[in-house]
């Protein structure tokens, strides 16, 4: 936790206080995504798929020291993101995708770069025929759960009409910091088969996102939430745009509304977080609901969004470079960490 003075002039600019004679304080939190790409354990499990992952792949004498290596570098990305901007703290709440079970999770939290934040797991096994899940990290101290719950997505094969299992969405509520708020973490499905013919899917992902949020809200019209993940669609796709009316701008956020700060950053400035074909997506995202807007920093409001895309996540030479630098690919170990970069927004709040 990091404690944030601001100026007059940046209370003024930034924040849009009324001016006083006083210097301000906030705490600030970092609530981040990060897609793990394959983070599989070495153990042949006879009940999953896990047999076609990229470490199960490789010869057997290079599994341990590669799982060791991709282990310790996911740690070391997610002990930095955000950090050196804003906060000087990991991120008190971190939602992951493409992880295996809670083996592969604990292992993560038990590296010596992680340990001593003392992070807390919630996972539940999903259906995915990949056998990857989501799950939420959150450190002990910050953040309490009270509930968490797993919701299933049910889509069928355009053609066989045969049912297509993929990933659960994890919601999760509980207090930040003392602070009532709500996280619901996604990896829709793929655009396997093309865009357009898989986007039913998206959009049906999007709906049971949809309903859990009517859900909260019809409990608490003022529900603070956060709807992160891998989302296999950009801020401008129809299952972000139509289904959540998610908005790029603040000002027409209604209560009950979305507000999606990574549309402007790819509409407007070309940003991504994953790249095929010479081409930038920014399927990574974190959106809030608009009590997370208001000006009243009494309690925790949304401040900032932002890509963790640091050079040593970025592929250093060859056809991809400056594309996300990733873990596996042409049957090997490449190094590198994700696909995918992180996502991250900090939240922020007055203290005396």
Not at 85 to 110: H, Q, T
Not at 340 to 347: D, E, I, Q, S
């Amino acid at each position: 936790m990091k404690f944030l003075k601001f100026p007059l002039v940046l209370v003024a600019l930034f924040l849009a206080f009324t001016v006083n004679a006083q210097e301000k304080k906030f705490k600030i939190h970092t609530v981040a995504f990060y897609n793990l790409e394959n983070l599989f354990d070495t153990i042949n499990d006879p009940t999953k798929y896990d047999e076609a992952s990229p470490i199960m792949e490789m010869a057997a004498a290079n599994r341990s020291e590669v799982y060791e290596k991709k282990v310790k570098g996911m740690a070391r990305v997610l002990a930095e993101i955000g950090r050196g901007e804003m906060s000087r703290n990991a991120p008190a709440i971190i939602g992951v995708c493409e992880i295996e079970n809670r083996k592969v999770l604990e292992d993560l939290v038990n590296n010596p770069l992680l340990l001593g934040k003392d992070y807390g797991i919630i996972h539940f096994d999903g259906p995915d025929a990949r056998s990857i899940d989501v799950a939420l990290l959150y450190q002990k101290a910050l953040f309490q759960p009270t509930n968490s719950s797993s919701h299933e997505l049910k889509i069928f094969d355009d053609q066989t009409g045969k049912r297509k299992y993929t990933r659960d969405q994890l919601l999760v509520s509980g207090k930040l910091d003392g602070d009532d708020i709500h996280v619901i973490v996604n990896h829709w499905p793929s655009r396997s088969g093309g865009e357009a013919r898989s986007r039913p899917k998206r959009v049906a992902a999007a709906k049971v996102t949809k309903r859990l949020v009517d859900s909260l809200q019809s409990n608490d019209p003022y529900a603070k939430i956060l709807i992160m993940g891998d989302l296999n669609d950009d801020p401008t796709n129809a299952s972000v745009k139509d289904v959540l009316k998610a908005q790029a701008n603040k000002k027409r956020v209604k209560l009950k509304g979305i507000y999606n700060p990574y549309e402007n950053m790819f509409r407007k400035k070309g940003l991504g977080t994953t790249a095929y074909r010479d081409a930038w997506s920014l399927f990574d995202q974190i959106m809030v609901t608009a009590p997370l807007l208001e000006k009243d920093y009494s309690s925790f409001r949304f401040f900032k969004a932002g890509i963790y895309n640091k050079q040593y996540l970025t592929n250093p030479r060859g056809r991809y470079e400056g594309y996300p630098f990733r873990s596996f690919a042409d049957g090997g170990y490449t190094g590198g960490f994700s696909d995918h970069f992180p996502v991250y927004v900090y939240l922020i709040k007055e203290v005396e």
